[in-house]
């Protein structure tokens, strides 16, 4: 089950996942597989890694709002595994991305983690605001449901 809330330019939800931290921590960090199960996004690339050799900047290509779309992320891998954040550092739609995905093993259960996601999108482009909360309320959704059955299914 994923639950929502929403609040006026960020979503967040929710959802419980059949996979330890570390294998949620694992898919969420392999960027360049995201075309092959996040909706909307046609390629990533990984253009900085970080001393450890995860993705520190990538880049996006996308298709969201009915355009194509192309942004960088900074990440932040200070919490891993069990969080990590991102940042926009150059969008041509986007004046403002940031992100976290949080990863809280259950107690009861070695193998289950609650996932929180969290995004906030301010746009560059005008569009009406109940259209685009709207927008951002099926992309969180959708990218919480994708990534549980990424992980689940792996």
């Known amino acids: 089950m994923v639950t929502q809330v929403s609040k006026t330019e960020e979503r967040t939800v929710q ?11 694992a898919v969420a960090m392999d960027l360049e597989s995201y075309p092959e199960w996040a909706h909307g996004i046609t390629a990533a690339t990984i253009t900085e890694r970080d001393d450890q050799g995860r993705p520190r900047v990538a880049v996006f290509e996308a298709e969201s709002f009915g355009r194509r779309t192309r942004y960088s992320l900074v990440y932040d891998l200070s919490q891993a595994p069990h969080r990590i954040s991102w940042n926009l550092v150059e969008g041509d739609l986007m ?22 996601y969290e995004l906030a999108i301010d746009l560059a482009v005008p569009m009406p605001g109940f259209v685009k909360r709207r927008a951002e309320g099926k ?16």
């Open 139 to 154: 992309i969180v959704s959708a990218a919480l449901s994708e990534f549980r059955a990424r992980v689940e299914g792996s």
């Open 95 to 116: 004046r403002r991305i940031d992100g976290v995905y949080s990863f809280v093993p259950s107690a009861d259960a070695p193998d289950v983690t609650e996932v929180t």
């Open 15 to 25: 959802a419980v996942v059949a996979a330890t931290a570390e294998q949620c921590f």
